[in-house]
C-alpha cells in the first residue's frame, strides 16, 4: 500500500503561482511513478503531468506545457507540483496517484490515489 496526501492548495489570483506538495508513504517511493491529475467540477478528470520512478523522465498533458513543472524529491518521500502562470480556468481538485513500472496519462493505471487539494484561481 501507498498512502498519498496532497496539500498546498488555496485561492490564488490569475497570474500567481502554487507548489503542490504530495507526502508519500508506505513503499517504497522510489519504485513509483507518480502524477498529477485534476478534476473540476462538472467535468471528467484531466491528466496534468507524470514523473518516472528516478525523476528522470517527465511528461505533460497540453494544459500544463510550459506553465507547470512535475518534480520529485525520493529522499523526502514527497511529490511536487510547480505551478506557474495560474488562469482562471486551472481551478479544480488536484490529485496525486502511484503505480509501479513506467508513467502513464491515463489514470486507470494508477493504483493509488491522494483525496486532493482544491485550487481555486480567481479573476
Known amino acids: 500500500q501507498v498512502q498519498l496526501v496532497e496539500s498546498g492548495g488555496g485561492l490564488v489570483q490569475a497570474g500567481g503561482s502554487l507548489r503542490l506538495p504530495c507526502a508519500a508513504s508506505?513503499?517504497?517511493?522510489?519504485?513509483?511513478?507518480l502524477a498529477w491529475f485534476r478534476q473540476a467540477p462538472g467535468k471528467e478528470r484531466e491528466f496534468v503531468a507524470t514523473?518516472?520512478?528516478?525523476?528522470?523522465?517527465?511528461y505533460y498533458g497540453q494544459s500544463a506545457k510550459g506553465r507547470f513543472t512535475i518534480s520529485r524529491d525520493n529522499s523526502k518521500n514527497t511529490l511536487y507540483l510547480q505551478m506557474n502562470t495560474l488562469l482562471v480556468e486551472d481551478t479544480a481538485l488536484y490529485l496525486c496517484?502511484?503505480?509501479?513500472?513506467?508513467?502513464?496519462?491515463?489514470?486507470?493505471?494508477?493504483?493509488?490515489w491522494g483525496l486532493g487539494t482544491q485550487v481555486t484561481v480567481s479573476s
Open positions: 514523473i518516472s520512478p528516478s525523476g528522470t523522465n517527465t
Open positions: 508506505g513503499r517504497t517511493f522510489s519504485n513509483y511513478a
Open positions: 496517484a502511484a503505480k509501479g513500472g513506467l508513467g502513464s496519462n491515463s489514470g486507470s493505471q494508477y493504483e493509488y
